[in-house]
Structures are given as structure tokens and as C-alpha cells.
């Protein structure tokens, strides 16, 4: 089962956006603020391909990376974007590539940069939306991470045998967003690169340790709380727990550190909703209810205002928080059917 | 990037245990002791096959199934052997197919009923071993589950187009001792067969999360007392905990609720190793050890008279407690390179 270049023909319309590559000497490449490993391994990825074409790319991010991707870039491949330092690499560059960008306003003052020049602007995304903004588009939702269009296009290029520094970032890119192949989202397109990429040298299990297994101090914290405050009903498929400001600031933990606690909850057996209640000073009461999948939970949500997907989503509620509490405890028991006095 | 049956060729040598399927009626299936979902899903995607085939194929193991597993047998083809009963089946049958044993004893008294007959006995397995009391054997190591060898296998008999309730426990095999394409044991095979199973409409998430989000209500309160017990050393690299009898008796958790606790430790942010320390009442004290990478952990278990791979293992130091522990967090303490007596 391997594919040799020759061979290689990809499903996509890359001519036009290869053309302009081919012509180009430059380039500067973005993606969207916090940028995460699907952004930064794209953009890493089809650098070092180019470089090694004899081509110059600048990588300018408009907002730094969360420490737990800086495994992906050791030797400082990333800047981040100063306009007035770096206006002229935008000025001198042929054309402009961004990765994973969903919405041109997520570039920040990249994107104002980029639109004061009339150089062609290249979108390699993988989430549908409006990108009016560009001169060159690759949209395909079909793709699980923007890094599979990436692997496409440097195929589609006549690229193979990827080296290892190549092959890493792709590899990055995918197990960054489909939660390591376990997502829905995960095809046989990401799998069948997923083996190529292994034969260039990728050790799966150190990429998945560098983006999995950096839970933040401040989050063991929440989570004990969490584990600390779980309450179940109906026989133990639904569970909530609540987090206050106070557990937040005793565990010295940021509101990213709430991350995933919701997850955390659902992967106990028996549980089919989880429900997360954090009510932090000042604001809303803040929700978040994920579900194995026996019943939606969007429904819930939207119910308060909120929304998301069917078995992931959340809400915002007024307080006090006893009353937004048993608002949304109440409703997650009728969801499951019980009666919603039980608690 | 499909292969289509007939382009098939496996690297393993198949020739005789398919001239024995071949010329065979009726076949009874195993696995080992504590069936795990590699043993399962390769019994039960080779018997779907089989059965389309026109043979008969009975699965009879030596212990029931863990209840994370039953999702893969929804309709009971397996069935939990009773040496009164069974003992005609396994008289009537032509060939026994035995899966992911890795050592004969583990058929408990499957094993006992195979060799009252003089029947052909085949191991597919990918653990090595001795495997003398076989007469036909397909052992490779280098499979990251024994499910892979039986996808091999099908795909080398002329099987195709794999229908989902074939592709599902194959799939669930590779998850099950991958760690879900985590594991470094994921080889670029394990994603070319996972390509071509989703082809067959395999949903990933719903096979990772019956596997893999079944945490035991308790486990989730040994979870807690580990939290609650967690100390930090030389920086955040060293992380232990200890835990008690009374803490496993208030959680009313069993041994097996241990598992891990001391991965989820390494999994902390900073944290290089984290050492997991029980004392439960009339035993010695069970040190597990885990490391990210960068120290290993075999050699410090070793000094106990444990042992285990370079990153995960685990021994045994006699009590009490305290004496245990400051030996086990002074060697560890060692190993990353800080004076002993920072605790």
C-alpha cells in the first residue's frame, strides 16, 4: 500500500494556487490568533518543503503560541507579528499563505498588513466560510486538519519521501484536530497519510504526549474540586459539579484551565450527560454539557440561549447560582426523563 | 490509495492455516483469560467471516468478558466455556483457532478440553512465545494487535469489501492495544488498515469511547484521593501520591480501579515522572512508575527487584509506608538529578 509520487493524484484543484508557488520567491505565511497545531504544523510543514525548493519564507503569527506547542517549533522557525518591524518582509514577500484561518478577522493586524499591499493572498483552510478576502482558495471541510491539505499540496507538487521534520508537523496537525483519530472527523484520507507519514520516522506517541499530556497544574486543581463537588442522579447517567470563583483562585487556575472538565466528567461509565456549572464573579453562570451520544444536549442549551453541537454545546445563565443551577440540573433531568424533583 | 482484493499480498506466510481453513466445517474460537478487546474483536470479525463462508463457528472463552467490552458482542456470539457442557463442541469440531494468547496456560480450561482431542490447534497471535503446544502458528510481533493478522488473513483468503459489523471489531482490536494510534506500536500497517475500515463505515469515536471513557465510579474517587494526595518535587518533574487501604475502601474500589492513576500523573504538565504508591492492608507496598521520556524508570524499579519497559514500570518494597516511600521518592529523586532530601 504505498503511493509512489509519480503516482500521486490528488482529489483537489490545486493548478491555479501551484502555478502561483511556482512563480513566487517570497512568501509570507499566517494563521489565525492562539494559533493551535493544526495552524502552526501547516505553516511549518510547507516552510521547510519550500525552503528546501530554494524559496524564502517568513512564518508571522499575529498572537504567540500556547507553550504546549512550542515542542513543534525548537529552533524558532515562528515570529510573532510586530507591524512595524516587520511591514517590509510584507512589503518584499510575492505572496501571502494562510493556514486554518476559518475567519480573515482572526489574523489581526497580519490580516490589516497583508490587505495595505495588492500581493495574492492564498486561504489553504479546512473550515467552510467566507473568504472573500483572498485572491487563491482551498476550502475543503471534507479534510480533518488544514495539515491534510497541506500533504496534498506538497504531493500534488511532486513532493515524496518526506523527511521527518516535514512529516512531523503534518502529523501534528491531524492528531491535533481529531483528538488523536478518535473524532468522528477522522477519515480514511487522514489515516492513509497517517501511514505515510509514520514512514518517514514520526514516533506517534511523543506528539501525542507533547499536545495530551500537558494538563496545566491550575487544571489538576479544578478537576479535584470538580471530583470534590460531583453529584449523579438517575442512576448515574447524568453528572454535574460546580466550580466558584473561590476554587478558581485557590488553585491559582486561568479560565483555560476549565478546559476539558466536562470531558473528563462524560468519560465516567454509566454517565451519558455530564454538566459543568462554573460560576465565576461578576459574570453569568457559564455551562457546558457534553453527552456519550444517547441524548443531544444542543437542545438543552438552546433552551437557555445557548447552543453547539449535538452532543457537545453550552449556555450562559443568570444567576444567583442556586437558581441557575437547578435550572439547568432540572432540565438535563427531563432530558434523561427522570422526575425533576429527585435532587 | 485502495487496494483492491485482488492486488492483495500479505507479507506473512498464510499458506497452510488457509489450506486448513479451507478444508474445514466446523471451528471453535478462543482467547485468553480476561479477554481483552484485540482477543474479542479478532474472534468475532474472523467468525463473521467465516459464518458468511457457510462454515460454523463456535467462540468459547475461559473467562467472561469485561463489561467495557460487551458493546462488541451485542448479540452474544461469544460464549463463556463450561467444560460439562462444552465438551461435545469442541469433540465436533475440525480445526481450533486460538487469538492473542500469548501463553497456552491463559486458555484455563479451554486449553484442557483443546488438547483431550488430537484437533489442529493455530495460534494468531502477535505476542512471541513458546508456542509448542500449536500445530499450526502465525506469531508476528510486529503487528500492533492480533486483529491486524486477522484482517491479513481475510484480505489474503479473497476477502473484501469488509462489511461494518467485520471492519468494527478489527477496528476496535487495533484501538483496544494501541492506545488508539497513541501507543509507538502504531505502525504505518495499523493506519492502512484503519483507512480501508472506515471505508466500510466504521464511526471512530463511538468504538474509542466504549473503550476508553468507561472510568469507574471507582477509579473516579481513587482519582480524587490521588489528586488530594499529590506532591510536587525538584520543579514539577518528580509527581507522587499515595494511596491507602481506607482510601480504597471509603472509594469502594477494587485493585483494578489502580489503573491508571499513576498515567494520569504523567500526564501533568511539567511532570517527567510520577510514581504511584499503594498500601493496602497485608501487602507490600506497589510502587508504579511512569515517565515522559526524558529519564527512565525500568533501572529505579529494578533496584527494588521490579522491573517493566523504560518508561512504564513498577515493583514492590516491603512497609511500612513512610520507610517504603522515602526509599521509592529518594531514588526517583536521584534519578532526575536533585539532592534527597528536597521532601
Redesign the interface.
Known amino acids: 500500500?504505498t503511493?509512489n509520487s509519480s503516482e500521486y493524484k490528488s482529489k483537489r484543484q490545486w493548478s491555479e494556487i501551484i502555478s502561483l508557488i511556482n512563480s513566487a520567491r517570497r512568501f509570507v505565511f499566517s494563521t489565525h490568533a492562539d494559533p493551535d497545531g493544526d495552524g502552526l504544523g501547516s505553516e511549518l510543514a510547507l516552510a521547510r518543503w519550500l525552503k528546501k525548493q530554494g524559496k524564502t519564507v517568513d512564518i508571522l503569527n499575529p498572537t504567540p503560541m500556547n507553550g504546549?506547542y512550542r515542542f513543534m517549533d525548537p529552533s524558532g522557525e515562528i515570529t510573532d507579528f510586530k507591524v512595524e518591524k516587520h511591514q517590509p518582509v510584507m512589503d518584499a514577500a510575492d505572496v501571502f499563505v494562510v493556514f486554518d484561518i476559518g475567519d480573515f478577522k482572526r489574523l489581526n493586524s497580519v490580516g490589516e498588513a497583508m490587505l495595505r499591499t495588492d500581493k495574492p493572498r492564498v486561504s489553504i483552510d479546512h473550515h467552510p466560510g467566507d473568504k472573500h478576502q483572498f485572491t487563491h482558495i482551498m476550502d475543503d471541510a471534507s479534510a480533518c486538519a488544514s495539515g491534510i491539505l497541506v500533504y496534498d499540496l506538497i504531493r500534488e507538487m511532486g513532493g515524496s519521501d518526506f523527511t521527518k521534520e516535514i512529516a512531523e508537523p503534518i502529523y501534528a496537525a491531524i492528531v491535533n484536530d481529531t483528538g488523536?483519530?478518535?473524532?468522528?472527523n477522522?477519515?480514511?484520507?487522514a489515516?492513509?497519510i497517517?501511514?505515510?507519514l509514520?514512514?518517514s520516522g514520526v514516533?506517534?506517541?511523543?506528539i501525542?504526549?507533547n499536545i495530551?499530556?500537558?494538563?496545566?497544574?491550575g487544571r489538576?486543581?479544578l478537576?479535584?474540586y470538580t471530583?470534590?463537588n460531583?453529584k449523579f442522579s438517575t442512576n448515574?447517567e447524568l453528572a454535574w459539579s460546580v466550580l466558584t470563583q473561590e476554587n478558581l483562585d485557590t488553585a491559582d487556575a486561568s479560565v483555560d484551565d476549565l478546559t476539558g472538565l466536562s470531558d473528563f466528567m462524560?468519560?465516567?461509565?454509566?454517565v451519558e450527560i455530564a454538566c459543568s456549572v462554573v460560576a465565576l464573579n461578576g459574570d453569568p453562570v457559564k455551562v457546558s454539557l457534553r453527552s456519550?451520544?444517547k441524548y443531544t444536549v444542543n437542545d438543552v442549551a438552546g433552551s437557555f440561549g445557548g447552543g453547539g453541537h449535538n452532543f457537545a454545546a453550552g449556555a450562559q445563565i443568570e444567576g444567583p447560582l442556586d437558581e441557575a443551577l437547578a435550572l439547568i440540573v432540572n432540565a438535563c433531568l427531563a432530558k434523561v426523563g427522570a422526575s425533576t424533583d429527585v435532587w
Open positions: 500500500m503511493v504546549i488523536n483519530f478518535r473524532f468522528n477522522t477519515n480514511s484520507e489515516h492513509a497517517a501511514m505515510d509514520l514512514r514516533e506517534p506517541y511523543p501525542y504526549m495530551y499530556e500537558q494538563t496545566s497544574r489538576v486543581e478537576l479535584k471530583l470534590e460531583l448515574g462524560r468519560s465516567i461509565k454509566g456519550k451520544g
